[in-house]
């Protein structure tokens, strides 16, 4: 199936080449056709005619007109000119109804696959072991994974890749911990949580005892060297947490393809720094090895300078400290490396909060220096407040982690559920508690502009009305009540709707028309990486149901318009499903 702005797009191509003829200008490729914000100015608009008008010197209220009338009548839609030249497509309600029809018997519901199919390494979620995986990795958890199935749902070949924090300074402490102060039985209760209280407890008493924080740092050294004891200690703590985070999650219903962690790098980095020092790309600067500038690009957008005290000022990506140790950055280029070698990624997307993105910046353009090219996305967002607008925290101040959530969620949900359905069976109650729960802190995460902070609001979240999860859930078990209610056997099937699709009233018109957007909405998603279009989408569709449910009745309707009402809403269960799937929300059959 083509979308219906993709059609709009080469009818209007062809119109402006034959009107322009040899003054269209060689590099224009497609003209771009997008929904309206405002109905009244139709379905549709192009802003194209406004755009070429200046390359070719026209005034572009005639540019638009001559290809209005270039296009004469189309079956499609209506056409008009408005303002100082917009063109607006107002979609017929025939070819809605038909478009409909196509998208009954389409298993993709109207969505194309990528003209080109990728390999993406979508590098998410990334937890440091031994310390606490918090909020702001909910983020990177839920952003990536939507990714991830958006990217797959696209055709594109996905590579899940938690390339979690396993080599690092916490281990001198962890080591130390683990020999002094482990118990056994606590970590074999809740391990991320005792090897959590570990690192907490040594952090303090190091403060303490400046000693300590020297048998923390020989604990490190022998590790790095390769000790027996502490390689095998350091194994351990990867297992246990490791086991910690699957639990979490297969809660969460999100898996990966590859934990390929900081320290499957770590033999890398000698030659990785060895090379870009033989390629002039680094170089010794106070016994340490850098990157500095090469001056590509102007100084504003320069990851290697910042503007201080009056002048622009070198900040060198440090790739191996004067003592030989190497960083983060050194880890970043030896993953991009592997992944661009091992998996032939087209492109590497990583979902990490914006504090990170002078890193990435630079890391990006170490590879420019390189000659290394792809589509490398730091897929950045902002953080997670409280109610109080001050970073999400317990009431004891700690930082609240992700576990908590889930539980706190469930918990809650399984209050509305209680409130709402008391006589459900108690087991059914307890799975639709977990799907709404999970689907609630989703959903919350999914539809806010990912770079902006926003508050986690319990009440918010799981409230049964406005743009939450159990809102569009409500509304997907209300279409499927429906069928109930008229016996299952009547569910139009798929290739043989019985009757063909009416769309009389201006509800069911618009039902449609909000249907027929999906194709549209789930590419541009995925384009953006902006979860929060689909989200939108999907609550703007679940309106529609609901006012087109309010003024056109179902169940009492005459024949065929029942048949055809029917089939409206069967589509809609379908894409309600099909997009909340895509941001790993599960729908339940009753709530
Ligand atoms: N472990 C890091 C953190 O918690 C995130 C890693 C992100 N991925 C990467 N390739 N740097 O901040």
């Not at 990795?137 to 990217?151: E, K, M, P, Q, W």
């Not at 005290?309 to 950055?329: C, H, M, T």
Request: aromatic residues 8%; hydrophobic residues 40%; glycine residues 6%.
């Amino acid at each position: 199936m083509t979308t219906i702005p993709k059609q709009l797009e080469s009818r209007l191509t062809e119109a402006f080449r034959r009107v322009l003829g040899e003054a269209m200008p060689e590099d224009y490729g497609t003209m771009t056709v997008n929904a309206s914000q405002d109905l009244r100015f139709g379905d549709y608009q192009s802003n194209a005619a406004m755009v070429l008008a200046k390359r070719v010197k026209m005034n572009p209220r005639t540019l638009a007109m001559k290809v209005i009338e270039e296009m004469g009548n189309l079956s499609l839609a209506t056409v008009e000119i408005a303002g100082p030249g917009f063109i607006n497509f107002r979609v017929n309600a025939d070819y809605f109804a038909q478009y409909m029809q196509d998208m009954i018997n389409d298993e993709r519901l109207g969505v194309p696959t990528a003209e080109t199919a990728k390999t993406i390494v979508i590098d998410f979620s990334a937890p440091n072991v031994a310390k606490p995986m918090h909020v702001g990795h909910i983020r990177s958890t839920i952003i990536g994974d939507t990714l991830v199935r958006l990217a797959r749902f696209m055709g594109h070949t996905v590579i899940a890749d938690n390339h979690i924090g396993d080599w690092g300074t916490q281990f001198g402490m962890i080591l130390w911990g683990w020999k002094n102060l482990l118990d056994p039985q606590a970590l074999d209760a809740d391990p991320i949580e005792a090897l959590l209280n570990v690192y907490k407890e040594v952090n303090k008493r190091c403060k303490e005892q400046p000693e300590l924080l020297e048998a923390c740092k020989a604990e490190l050294v022998k590790l790095q060297s390769g000790d027996d004891e502490n390689i095998s200690i350091w194994k351990r703590c990867i297992e246990v947490t490791k086991k910690g985070l699957d639990k979490i999650y297969n809660q969460l219903d999100i898996h990966f393809d590859v934990w390929l962690g900081e320290s499957f790098y770590n033999d890398a980095l000698p030659g990785l720094v060895n090379q870009l020092m033989q390629q002039g790309i680094a170089r010794e600067s106070d016994g340490a090895v850098c990157v500095f500038s090469d001056g590509f690009h102007k100084p504003e957008d320069d990851p290697f300078l910042v503007y201080k005290n009056e002048e622009w000022q070198s900040v060198p990506a440090i790739i191996r400290k004067a003592d030989g140790a190497f960083l983060y950055a050194t880890t970043d280029l030896a993953t991009l490396d592997y992944r661009m070698n091992h998996f032939h990624a087209d492109s590497i997307w990583y979902v990490v909060g914006a504090p990170q993105e002078k890193h990435f910046k630079q890391i990006f353009d170490i590879e420019r220096m390189r000659g290394v090219t792809g589509d490398f996305r730091h897929v950045a967002f902002g953080s997670i407040l409280g109610k109080d607008r001050h970073p999400f925290k317990t009431r004891d101040g700690e930082t609240v982690s992700l576990q908590n959530v889930i539980d706190e969620a469930i918990e809650r949900a399984a209050r509305v559920v209680e409130q709402k359905s008391p006589d459900m069976p108690s087991d059914e109650k307890a799975h639709v508690a977990q799907v709404v729960g999970i689907g609630a802190i989703k959903f919350a995460e999914l539809s806010q502009n990912r770079l902006s902070d926003y508050i986690f609001d319990w009440d918010k979240m799981l409230s049964l009305s406005g743009d939450t999860a159990p809102y569009l859930q409500n509304s997907y078990v209300r279409v499927r009540s429906i069928f109930r209610k008229i016996g299952e056997k009547r569910i139009p099937q798929q290739q043989t709707a019985p009757s063909p699709v009416q769309l009389n009233a201006a509800e069911e018109l618009h039902l449609a028309r909000m249907l027929a957007r999906f194709g549209e909405v789930v590419p541009a998603t995925l384009d953006d990486c902006r979860p929060n279009l689909l989200a939108a989408y999907l609550y703007d569709l679940a309106r529609a149901f609901h006012s087109f449910y309010e003024a056109c009745p179902v169940l009492r309707a005459e024949e065929m318009i029942q048949s055809s009402r029917l089939a409206l809403c069967d589509l809609t269960a379908r894409v309600l499903r099909c997009g909340t799937g895509l941001l790993g929300i599960e729908m339940p059959d009753r709530m």
